[in-house]
């Protein structure tokens, strides 16, 4: 019997497996890749599915921040370990209007040494005059390592250090779990049985399936719009940072861009999101699958569209793609890293946040996996305990407060 299998190889499952691997312990990662037809497969899908996100030490919420700077400072050794690099430290703008947010922005920044550059967003983004805002917005600059990740490189990048540590990975789906052994044993969709002395739940949005009880997540359909940008134009970006912009729109609460990246078609595209106002919580399964295999994400192209080009105005755009993707929102804002009263432990529950603190995540949830500990003077375990329930999430930017 293995010492822990982890369900689900997203960003949190395979940190997990990582830091449970290098750290002694024998153990499985479950979980589908990424499915190379979307419209035909019946699901899990995942939230990581994208060549881009972006990563920052800067938040309104001193937990996230706390989380990002622990799994950034790590970067480095994920990347020596499996020798795959996934990491763009580009810099980030925050760019937003209202005096309270940037307060609480530069107090918790102050509580974690994080230096931050505030000015008039003409001003502080002077070595990017392709960008374009109006002239009443401040932008929050941060230097790198906040920028960018790649999350399909750093998932590769995990697995590839933990399987050098002993562990495995098992592409496969779990669809029961049951206590065997003074363990449990974990059945897959394939016909295949694992056994484990722990469980770990980072199944993401679809963690809830695997439980006895459903806890409060509520996951909301999000689409990116990707776009092209012409080789000629990639000088004029180069020094382009990730932007955050809480906006003035009808549609959009805040939009969220990562410069241009290389994606695996061999272009480069800069890639635009936002918190949309019409995004209606989707109620079960196979509404967040529908989601996925069909192409209702085109319905948010117009106003990600209409603010990409305003902020580029001289930029060549072109090839404009959208993809669908999820976000499973807690009812504490942060995940849900916790034991259960079954044994098993869970770690999900990204918020939208939590790509680039997946390491970190992964990290607090195999020791409690593993040892059932939680050593930690910086935070409150109980900020992360899981709650049960039906969570409706708040309206607002999910970047902004
Ligand atoms: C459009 C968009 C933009 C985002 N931008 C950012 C950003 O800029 N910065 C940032 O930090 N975060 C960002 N995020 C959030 C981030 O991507 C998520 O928080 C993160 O992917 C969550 O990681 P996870 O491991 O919990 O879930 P996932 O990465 O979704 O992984 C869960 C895995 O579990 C698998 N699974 C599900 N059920 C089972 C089962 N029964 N058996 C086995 N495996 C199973 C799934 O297939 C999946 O592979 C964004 C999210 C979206 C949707």
Not at 166 to 179: E, N, Y
């Amino acid at each position: 019997m293995l010492d822990v299998a982890v369900v689900g190889m997203g960003l949190i499952g395979s940190a997990a497996l990582r830091h449970a691997a290098v750290g002694g312990a024998s153990a499985v990662g479950i979980g589908p890749p990424e499915p190379s037809d979307w419209p035909a497969h019946q699901g899990p899908f995942a939230s990581h599915y994208d060549s881009g996100r972006i990563t920052r030490r800067l938040d309104a919420r001193r937990e996230w921040a706390v989380l990002a700077t622990r799994a950034i400072e790590q970067y480095p050794t994920i990347a020596d370990q499996s020798g795959i690099e996934f990491h763009r430290p580009c810099g980030l703008a925050f760019v937003r209007d209202d005096e309270p947010g940037l307060a609480n922005l530069a107090s918790v920044a102050a509580s974690i040494g994080l230096p931050i550059d505030v000015g008039p967003v003409a001003e502080a983004l002077a070595d990017v005059p392709a960008l374009s805002f109006p002239d009443r917005y401040t932008a929050v600059r941060e230097a790198p390592p906040a920028g960018a990740i790649d999350p399909r490189l750093m998932i590769e990048a995990q697995h590839r250090a933990a399987k050098r540590a002993g562990a495995l990975v098992a592409r496969d789906t779990v669809i029961a779990i049951r206590p065997a052994d003074g363990g449990y044993e974990l059945l897959t969709a394939a016909g295949r049985t694992h056994q484990a002395r722990q469980v770990l739940i980072a199944a993401g949005a679809y963690a809830n399936r695997l439980l006895p009880e459903p806890l409060a997540m509520s996951v909301r359909p999000e689409a990116v719009l990707l776009a092209e940008v012409a080789d000629g134009d990639l000088g004029r970006l180069g020094s382009m940072p990730s932007i955050i912009y809480l906006l003035d729109h009808d549609e959009l609460d805040d939009v969220y861009v990562v410069p241009p990246m290389r994606y695996p078609d061999g272009r480069h595209y800069v890639k635009i999101g936002g918190s949309n106002r019409r995004a209606a919580v989707l109620g079960d399964e196979p509404a967040m699958n529908q989601w996925m295999q069909q192409d209702h994400a085109d319905g948010r192209l117009p106003p990600l569209r209409e603010v990409l080009t305003a902020l580029l105005p001289d930029v060549a755009l072109s090839g404009w793609t959208t993809k669908p993707c999820l976000i499973g929102d807690t009812a504490s804002g942060l995940p849900y890293i916790d034991r259960l009263d079954n044994g098993c432990t869970v770690a999900f529950g990204g918020n939208g946040h939590a790509a680039k603190s997946a390491d970190a995540i992964g990290s607090l949830a195999a020791e409690l996996a593993l040892n059932d500990r939680w050593d930690d003077d910086e935070l409150d375990r109980t900020a992360f305990i899981a709650r049960l329930g039906v969570h409706q999430p708040s309206a607002g930017s999910r970047h902004g407060n």
